[in-house]
C-alpha cells in the first residue's frame, strides 16, 4: 500500500513532512523531493469525493525517475527532449475488476 501523509486536505497534504524511511523504499534517480512530491500527489488524489480515489488508495509506488523525453526531442540538432518524471505503480487487480471468467473489464466476452 502507498505511504501517505495521513492529512485530511490538500492544504495539510503539501504541508506535510514524508519521513526517510519512507522515501527510501522507493527506487529511481530522483531527487527526495520529487519522491515526496509524487507521494503527496497521490494522497491528494485519495481524498475522498476525487476521481479513481478507491483505485488510488490500492496504489504502490515502486520508482520515481528523473530523465528526458526522448520523444519530443531533436536528436539530429543534438537537443535532448524535455525534463520528465516517470512514476511507477502496482496495483493488485482484484475480482471486482474483471467480467466473467476472470478476463479484464476492457476486453469483450
Same mark, same amino acid.
Given at each position: 500500500?502507498?505511504?501517505?501523509?495521513?492529512?485530511?486536505?490538500?492544504?495539510?497534504?503539501?504541508?506535510?513532512?514524508?519521513?526517510?524511511? /519512507?522515501? !527510501?523504499?522507493?527506487?529511481?534517480?530522483?531527487?527526495?523531493?520529487? &519522491?515526496? %512530491?509524487? @507521494?503527496?500527489?497521490?494522497? /491528494?488524489? !485519495?481524498?475522498?469525493?476525487?476521481?479513481?480515489?478507491?483505485?488510488? &488508495?490500492? %496504489?504502490? @509506488?515502486?520508482?520515481?525517475?528523473?530523465?528526458?523525453?526522448?520523444?519530443?526531442?531533436?536528436?539530429?540538432?543534438?537537443?535532448?527532449?524535455?525534463?520528465?518524471?516517470?512514476?511507477?505503480?502496482?496495483?493488485?487487480?482484484?475480482?471486482?475488476?474483471?467480467?466473467?471468467?476472470?478476463?479484464?473489464?476492457?476486453?469483450?466476452?
Amino acid at each position: 500500500m502507498l505511504p501517505s501523509t495521513g492529512a485530511l486536505d490538500v492544504s495539510s497534504i503539501l504541508a506535510a513532512r514524508i519521513p526517510p524511511t /519512507i522515501t !527510501s523504499k522507493i527506487a529511481g534517480n530522483a531527487p527526495v523531493e520529487l &519522491k515526496e %512530491l509524487s @507521494i503527496k500527489f497521490y494522497d /491528494i488524489l !485519495s481524498l475522498k469525493g476525487a476521481y479513481s480515489c478507491e483505485i488510488r &488508495k490500492r %496504489l504502490d @509506488i515502486r520508482e520515481v525517475c528523473l530523465g528526458t523525453h526522448e520523444e519530443d526531442g531533436d536528436r539530429e540538432h543534438g537537443h535532448p527532449g524535455p525534463k520528465q518524471v516517470r512514476v511507477v505503480c502496482e496495483v493488485d487487480v482484484l475480482p471486482g475488476a474483471c467480467k466473467l471468467r476472470g478476463i479484464g473489464c476492457w476486453l469483450p466476452i
